[in-house]
């Protein structure tokens, strides 16, 4: 059974699509190869390079077995960092040293200032599940208020596509609705369904309206109930869609909103200066096999619905049956079909909401994680194109190189104690190798630091030199805490997904709200566990290497404090009353993030919803 406002025979569309002639400008074979080569070479050098100098080190006295598994450890928890060290350098080369950057990664960009009518329809989705309704459908209406200022409003319409299984929140869902369409002169493109069950999740949800309305649309332009874009920002890729009719996905920069939240805000300062290089560098090379993170993307609907629709992966949860992280498999299917996965690597007007406390990020931490595991079913999938095999495989060792780190941290102590026993040992070696590591693991923030020092007003956008400065810091040392309690965590739940622990699926937190102390404990005695008998024994045999282990494991000890302080609304009002960790929309607000935050929803008047079976 499903709950619709508006059947898709009475939306007008009446208008009589043209067909689109104007080809796609690609990047010659050879060029695109070129760089491909370019970015492996200079990874497997550097791997290679890091590989020999931790062999010399590992192996100084003679292997042991402790040397062995640190070894592979090594090799495990490394490409990660060092892909993300060159994606950075990369895009800060495009960013600064380069004079047609743009036109070398987003050629198809051009296409944004043309004043061409726009004659594609789009449907603009807002996926829900239990999700806050009020502020959810907030979003939406900001999109359409915002797309019918820029005057192509007619070229779009507006879905609700509800998975909601809560009673209370669906009925609030369909007043909200109702409300809406009342009050909008567009009411006729505004539609609400809600399923009575969630089948394939998020990717099923989207297939359902695919199969009963993508005949009535060119485009489709996924939310979630945290997304939120501008009119401009989605016109202009509309235009880009529509100029170039063999890109199947466009994804936006998404970047974060203004948070009161500590842990968002901090978390979301560095993201931003971060992304901008390193999505620079990325898409200078994967080009046409880009990213798509599943929201805040136009995707071209009928490629899509002949050729992404999900395989059911071979036997049961948590790493069989339906696809969790349905995104990318999305983007390697339109890619193995012919069409262009582009990413935008800038900000256009393209925002959402992170987690708010340490607890919500590790969960949506781990839902990844699961999801991306899946992967392994799929890498043998008929058809794809090499790139795409290797961003599936990507995927997966992102979240593999965690526990290995875990296990490499828990060995240290072992490792340490075996070194005082070798008079000779490398020192200066294992100095240089750890100072390399932490240079490379840092190299997209420490890029981000640069490219908004090296832009016109780039800092002045954070609020100033000074401001810029101090959130940097703090943002460092954030990071480095919420990174070693996210590995034990995400070490934990793989080993459990051995054992079949799944994950379930339903609507996140959004609000800035304090963890009171017996839920860290609660929530994180496990790190703190690991940490007080790793940095203990360390204590024990070498003080040097546990003051040099810190940056590592103090994040284990400050587990329960860090996500109580970092989740404090005081701390969060702190911020944001001296002009901390705060981002340019801070300081220079959007109409659009005004009017989010204003949470405009109309009185609750007008038509009542008619119910009909799916």
């Not at 370019?38 to 590989?51: G, H, S």
């Not at 999505?279 to 609907?301: E, I, K, S, Y």
Request: some cysteine; proline content about 6%; overall charge neutral.
């Amino acid at each position: 059974m499903s709950h619709t406002v508006e059947t898709a025979s009475k939306l007008p569309f009446a208008s009589r699509r043209r067909r689109l002639t104007l080809p796609t400008r690609l990047q010659s074979i050879s060029e695109l190869n070129r760089r491909r080569i370019i970015v492996l070479a200079l990874n497997v050098i550097t791997y290679a390079v890091l590989l020999a100098a931790a062999a010399q080190l590992m192996g100084a006295g003679g292997w042991t077995l402790v040397d062995g598994i640190m070894f592979v450890c090594f090799a495990l928890g490394t490409p990660w960092a060092i892909l993300g060290f060159w994606n950075a350098v990369i895009g800060l080369w495009l960013l600064h040293g380069h004079s047609s950057s743009m036109q070398a990664v987003a050629p198809f960009a051009r296409a944004a200032d043309q004043e061409a009518p726009l004659y594609v329809k789009t449907a603009v989705l807002m996926t829900l599940r239990n999700e806050d309704p009020e502020r959810a459908i907030a979003r939406l209406k900001t999109v359409q208020r915002s797309l019918e200022k820029t005057g192509q409003g007619d070229a779009y319409s507006y879905f609700v596509l509800s998975d909601t299984n809560d009673p209370l929140i669906a009925e609030r869902e369909e007043q909200l609705v109702r409300d809406w369409r009342a009050a909008s002169p567009a009411r006729a493109h505004i539609v609400y369904r809600r399923r009575t069950d969630n089948t394939g999740f998020k990717a099923g949800n989207v297939r359902d309206f695919c199969e009963r309305w993508g005949a009535e649309f060119d485009l489709m332009l996924p939310l979630d109930a945290d997304s939120l874009m501008s009119g401009e920002a989605i016109v202009k890729m509309t235009r880009m869609m529509q100029a170039h009719p063999r890109l199947g996905i466009l994804q936006s920069l998404v970047v974060g909103m203004p948070s009161s939240s500590a842990f968002a805000r901090i978390f979301q300062f560095g993201m931003r200066h971060g992304m901008r290089s390193y999505t620079m560098g990325q898409a200078w090379w994967v080009a046409d096999c880009g990213p798509f993170w599943g929201h805040n993307a136009l995707v071209r609907v009928r490629p899509f619905m002949v050729h992404c629709e999900l395989p059911q992966l071979p036997g049961k949860p948590p790493l069989g049956g339906p696809i969790l992280s349905h995104d990318q498999v999305e983007a390697v299917m339109m890619r193995k079909a012919g069409y262009e996965v582009r990413v935008l690597p800038y900000e256009i007007g393209s925002w959402e909401e992170n987690p708010p406390t340490m607890i919500d990020f590790a969960k949506r931490d781990v839902r990844w994680c699961q999801g991306n595991m899946q992967y392994a079913s799929l890498l043998g999938l008929p058809g794809l194109l090499p790139l795409s095999r290797f961003q599936l495989a990507w995927a997966m060792l992102m979240f593999i190189g965690i526990p290995a780190w875990t296990l490499m941290i828990a060995l240290l102590p072992a490792a340490a104690y075996e070194a005082r026993a070798i008079a000779d040992y490398p020192v200066g070696l294992a100095i240089g190798l750890y100072v390399a590591f932490f240079t490379m693991y840092l190299a997209p923030k420490i890029a981000g630091l640069l490219d908004a020092a090296l832009t016109k007003g780039g800092v002045d956008s954070y609020g100033g030199s000074i401001r810029f400065a101090i959130s940097a810091v703090i943002e460092l040392v954030f990071s480095f805490l919420q990174g070693a309690i996210s590995t034990v965590r995400t070490t934990v739940f793989m080993v459990g997904l051995v054992f079949g622990k799944s994950v379930t699926w339903g609507g996140q937190s959004r609000d800035a709200r304090g963890i009171s102390w017996l839920t860290a404990i609660e929530n994180f005695w496990p790190q703190t566990l690991f940490g007080v008998l790793v940095c203990g024994a360390l204590y024990m045999i070498s003080p040097t290497v546990l003051m040099w282990s810190l940056p590592l494991t103090i994040g284990y000890i400050l587990a329960v404090p860090f996500a109580v302080v970092s989740s404090s609304p005081a701390v969060g009002r702190w911020l944001r009353d001296w002009g901390l960790c705060g981002i340019p929309e801070d300081f220079e607000p959007t109409p659009e993030i005004e009017a989010v935050e204003r949470r405009l929803v109309e009185p609750a008047t007008g038509p009542s919803v008619q119910h009909q079976t799916a």
